[in-house]
């Protein structure tokens, strides 16, 4: 079993800065693409930032230049850096990561149980 646990999500006032962190724990031989999807009220779920194995980034034009994707393959664990945070920013912050468990077996996501931010004054 492989979970993704979210933590950093707070309320921030606009112009301010948070850093969410995601680790993956459970049976787990590799991860490739790891990513952050944000869902705010009303809204469908969409993509913020991913990042590969391999340190390939990209980001939701919305917040290119304001929010960094790092990953520590190490600790199996993704990080957010957001700056400069707008409330269009508010949404719950899902963690998503493409995990093998065995050398041969294919890969599955899954996804965290999300963490909230708040961008209001």
């Known amino acids: 079993q492989v979970q993704l646990v979210e933590s950093g999500g707070g309320l921030v006032q606009p112009g301010g800065s948070l850093r969410l962190s995601c680790a993956a724990s459970?049976?787990?031989?590799?991860?490739?693409?790891m990513a952050w999807y944000r869902q705010a009220p009303g809204k469908q779920r969409e993509l913020v930032a991913a990042?590969?194995?391999?340190?390939?980034?990209n980001y939701a034009d919305s917040v290119h230049g304001r929010f960094t994707i790092s990953r520590d393959n190490t600790k199996n664990t993704v990080y957010l850096q957001m700056n400069s945070l707008k409330p269009e920013d508010t949404a719950v912050y899902y963690c998503?990561?493409?995990?093998?468990?065995?050398?041969?077996?294919?890969?599955?996501?899954?996804w965290g149980q999300g963490t909230q931010v708040t961008v209001s004054s």
């Open positions: 990042i590969t194995s391999g340190g390939s980034t």
């Open positions: 459970g049976s787990i031989f590799s991860i490739s693409t």
């Open positions: 998503n990561g493409w995990v093998r468990i065995t050398r041969q077996g294919r890969e599955n996501n899954y």
